[in-house]
């Protein structure tokens, strides 16, 4: 019985912190999820004002991961052309301006 005792994973201080982990609630708060749902919303704005053909290169390429050689295929342009659409997106975003 002691031998099992001495065994508890919790009584370690090792384990505490994990333990003490996995009952924190890693979820974020109500404050943090306005706060996403607000940038959402000025993005999706920003978005809306967008040409198509800058819309489609930037969800391929940020969304959809695709690589700027297959963005480049997919739409008939050049490597160039690819970049310079995504810059000029990007310029357009909220959040991109205050990432960089």
């Known amino acids: ?14 384990g505490a912190q994990e ?3 996995h ?7 109500p404050e943090l999820i306005a706060e996403a749902r607000s940038d ?3 993005v999706e704005r920003a978005m809306r004002v967008l ?3 800058h819309q489609h290169i930037l969800v391929a390429l940020r969304v959809h991961e695709l690589t700027r050689e ?3 295929v997919r739409h008939g342009l050049s490597l160039r052309r690819v970049d310079t659409t995504l ?3 990007l310029l357009h975003l909220p959040l991109a301006r205050c990432a960089a």
Do not use: F, I, K
């Open 87 to 89: 810059r000029q997106a």
């Open 70 to 72: 297959e963005v480049a």
């Open 19 to 21: 333990t003490l982990e």
């Open 1 to 14: 019985m002691d031998r099992l005792r001495a065994e508890r994973p919790w009584q370690s201080a090792d």
């Open 51 to 53: 040409p198509l053909r």
């Open 23 to 29: 009952l924190a609630d890693q979820s974020p708060g």
């Open 40 to 42: 959402l919303q000025a």
